[in-house]
Structure formats: structure tokens, C-alpha cells
């Protein structure tokens, strides 16, 4: 079983930027793909990214290209997005995730999820 633990959220202005991390235990990531959803209120959780296994094959939302960016560190068992350019929009509950059974990571394939970081953007 993978346990995930994010960080890096919170209060910034459009804009701005911030970087979320999140951190494997008990397990690790690899091989499995990783990536990251949100859920803003009153809406459903929607992908917002995702990377292989092996690193080389990136996915996201039409809403986040250019300004986000997902890598991931299998060394130290951990998944970042690195958020730009932040609008509004993007105030939501970020949730990282992970896949044992697929090689994209998907909603309906994401067995392992973390707790969620409140990321807030101001207009």
C-alpha cells in the first residue's frame, strides 16, 4: 500500500506561483504513473495532471497547459506541480494520486490518493 502526503498549498494573488509536493510511504511510486486532481467548491475533481512511469510522457488539463508543470522524483519518492501564472480558477483542493494498475493514470484507475492541499488564488 502507497501512502501520499501533499504540501505546498495556500494563500497567493493571480499571478503568482507556488510548487505542491507530495510524498510517498510505506511504498514507493515507481513504476507507477502519478499525478494530480482538484476539487473546487461545488464542482466535481477534475485531472489536472499526470506523469509516466518512467517520467518521459507528461499530461494535463487544456485549462492548466503552459502554466503548470508535473515531474517527478522516484529517489525521493515524491510528485511535484509546479504552478504558474495562477488564476482564480484554479482555487481548489489539490489532490495527489497514483495508479498500480495502469500505465496513465487516471481518475477511475487512482488507487492510492493523498489527503489534499487547499490552494487558494485571489483576484
Known amino acids: 500500500q502507497v501512502q501520499l502526503a501533499e504540501s505546498g498549498g495556500g494563500l497567493v494573488q493571480a499571478g503568482d506561483s507556488l510548487r505542491l509536493s507530495c510524498v510517498a510511504s510505506?511504498?514507493?511510486?515507481?513504476?507507477?504513473?502519478v499525478g494530480w486532481f482538484r476539487q473546487a467548491p461545488g464542482k466535481e475533481r477534475e485531472f489536472v495532471a499526470s506523469i509516466s512511469r518512467s517520467g518521459g510522457v507528461t499530461y494535463y488539463a487544456d485549462s492548466v497547459k503552459g502554466r503548470f508543470t508535473v515531474s517527478r522524483d522516484d529517489a525521493k519518492n515524491t510528485v511535484f506541480l509546479q504552478m504558474n501564472s495562477l488564476k482564480p480558477e484554479d482555487t481548489a483542493v489539490y489532490y495527489c494520486?497514483?495508479?498500480?494498475?495502469?500505465?496513465?493514470?487516471?481518475?477511475?484507475?487512482?488507487?492510492?490518493w493523498g489527503q489534499g492541499t487547499q490552494v487558494t488564488v485571489s483576484s
Open positions: 494520486a497514483s495508479s498500480s494498475t495502469s500505465t496513465r493514470l487516471k481518475e477511475g484507475n487512482a488507487g492510492y
Open positions: 510505506g511504498r514507493t511510486f515507481s513504476p507507477n504513473p
